[in-house]
């Protein structure tokens, strides 16, 4: 009689586990998301600009502007390469957030965007303005 009430208890444990597994596998999480076209392009690009300036002197602080120019060039081709092109609705929004910037840091607008240039083409999620890249036309 002991053993027949054990084992159905058992047996009604082992039913709502099982529920509760399908349930989470019904409605849980799928686990991670995969990166997109876009942040795959931004990461190989970005790192064959890194190693395209890797060795690049950085002694006088014109050589660090020079390394970093590179670096952006070349990441800005490869993303062309890539089939994306800079986004003109990030261009118009940067101008006026490039100019804000520049009167809070005493820069000029140029040293400014550019900045802001360097920044913005290595995010590949959206925010809370145009991402820099989309897809060419």
Same mark, same amino acid.
């Given at each position: 009689?002991?053993?027949?009430? $054990?084992?159905?208890? +058992?047996? +009604?444990?082992?039913?709502?586990?099982?529920?509760?597994?399908?349930?989470?596998?019904?409605?849980?999480?799928?686990?991670?998301?995969?990166?997109?076209?876009?942040?795959?392009? $931004?990461?190989?690009?970005?790192? $064959?600009? =890194?190693?395209?300036?890797?060795?690049?002197?950085?002694?006088?602080?014109?050589?660090?502007? #020079?390394?970093?120019?590179?670096?952006?060039?070349?990441?800005?081709?490869?993303?062309?390469?890539?089939?994306?092109? #800079?986004?003109?609705?990030?261009?118009?929004?940067?101008?006026?957030?490039?100019?804000?910037?520049?009167?809070?840091?005493? $820069? =000029?607008?140029? #040293?400014?965007?550019?900045?802001?240039?360097? #920044?913005?083409?290595?995010?590949?999620?959206?925010?809370?303005?145009?991402?820099?890249?989309?897809?060419?036309?």
């Amino acid at each position: 009689m002991n053993v027949l009430r $054990i084992g159905g208890g +058992l047996l +009604l444990l082992l039913v709502f586990a099982l529920a509760g597994l399908y349930g989470y596998n019904l409605y849980g999480d799928d686990g991670p998301v995969p990166p997109s076209a876009l942040s795959q392009a $931004i990461n190989q690009c970005d790192l $064959i600009a =890194s190693k395209a300036a890797a060795n690049l002197p950085e002694v006088l602080p014109f050589q660090k502007l #020079e390394k970093a120019a590179r670096q952006a060039r070349v990441l800005d081709q490869c993303m062309q390469d890539q089939g994306f092109q #800079e986004n003109p609705d990030w261009v118009r929004a940067a101008m006026v957030k490039s100019a804000h910037i520049a009167k809070q840091q005493q $820069i =000029s607008e140029g #040293e400014a965007y550019e900045k802001l240039r360097r #920044e913005e083409m290595l995010q590949g999620t959206a925010s809370d303005h145009p991402l820099y890249w989309r897809k060419r036309l």
